[in-house]
């Protein structure tokens, strides 16, 4: 879609047009991907990248795009690896933050390794700000963290949370499990209860409902405890956060997540991206047979990819107008940072 209104809006008039090099891998694969980006730089001639997605697949790929001074996009950038590979990412996560003393989000913000990069979506590093905001709005100092090593997602929220407390003096408690073991939720809420009242949890959305089922048990979901997680949007990656799994424990789930504050991205409601969500749905069926199920959301980060398409274009023709090299991808990068535009997400502005 992005595509094809650019080469309209932008190329057409330099008589260019731009075309699509497609190459897919089927999880998120710090090894594929990159051998992916080369057949595509040297065989297909690639003048940008769009995606991936994955932080582990996204890394490798744009340390090579700096190399080869190729500008690379993506709409997200921390993606979380599929099931099979999450215990090796967890592993060399941990690594990394006992490393650098800091955390995942950090990896891709070095400017200097990653100068043609550009990433059109949210950034955890902030996360720490929104629940530093909630924290303040309730008057609440005295937090426990609880958080799922085995996980990729939920270590790398997890630990930029413990940065956060840490350094605001408000982390209490904090304990890691192993989510792939059958352990007693119970237990970790009880040494939980004698520290703090807030409880965070960074688990995996399947143990979010275990974790509030057993909070409910021990009357712990009364209105004396709050409990708080994160689902940055609704998607399969993430791990199934609803209270409802259809079994028998569904009414004592509905009613334990009434305790549960939940942190998510805003997603979108303007007229202008929801008519950008029923084109995608269209086109969903129409070019890949497949049909978007009607409680399915079309995420911000779909938006993000299209926005971030625009961008290039917008920076292309900027530089074909003013007899630039648009193999120049450092210089094609300089014109996206930095900068506000209106996209389908809205108000979208580049930081450096």
């Known amino acids: 879609m992005a595509l094809e209104e650019i080469n309209d809006k932008y190329m057409a008039q330099h008589r260019i047009r731009l075309t699509k090099v497609q190459r897919s891998y089927p999880s998120c694969s710090g090894s594929l991907a990159p051998g992916l980006a080369a057949d595509m730089h040297f065989i297909s001639d690639v003048i940008a990248f769009v995606g991936p997605a994955c932080l582990f697949a996204l890394e490798p790929v744009a340390r090579l795009a700096a190399y080869w001074n190729t500008p690379i996009i993506t709409g997200m950038g921390d993606q979380p690896p599929s099931e099979g ?59 426990a963290l609880i958080l799922d090593r085995s996980d990729v997602f939920s270590l790398t929220v997890g630990k930029i949370l413990e940065q956060g407390l840490k350094k605001g003096g408000m982390l209490a408690f904090e304990k890691e499990l192993d989510g792939n073991e059958d352990e007693s939720f119970d237990n970790y809420l009880r040494d939980a209860s004698m520290y703090a009242r807030v409880v965070v949890l960074c688990v995996r959305g399947s143990l979010v409902r275990k974790f509030m089922l057993a909070a409910h048990a021990l009357g712990m979901t009364r209105g004396d405890w709050t409990f708080l ?40 409601t303007s007229d202008k991206f929801q008519d950008f969500a029923d084109k995608v749905k269209q086109r969903s069926v129409e070019d890949y047979n497949y049909t978007i199920s009607e409680g399915e959301e079309i995420n911000f980060v779909i938006g993000a990819f299209y926005d971030g398409v625009f961008l290039l274009a917008m920076a292309l023709n900027e530089t074909l107008w003013e007899g630039g090299d648009i193999r120049d991808g450092r210089g094609i990068t300089a014109r996206m940072w930095a900068r506000e535009f209106s996209g389908i997400t809205g108000v979208s502005y580049i930081s450096l």
């Open 229 to 268: 997680d994160v689902e940055i949007f609704q998607g399969s990656y993430w791990g199934e956060h609803d209270w409802k799994a259809g079994d028998l424990d569904d009414g004592l789930a509905r009613k334990a997540y009434e305790a549960l504050l939940r942190v998510s991205l805003l997603q979108p």
């Open 85 to 143: 590979e999450i215990s090796v990412a967890s592993r060399l996560l941990r690594r990394y933050n006992m490393k650098n003393r800091s955390n995942t989000a950090g990896i891709l913000n070095d400017k200097s390794k990653y100068p043609t990069l550009t990433r059109m979506s949210y950034c955890q590093c902030r996360l720490t700000k929104v629940f530093a905001s909630i924290f303040k709005q309730f008057s609440w100092k005295h937090i």
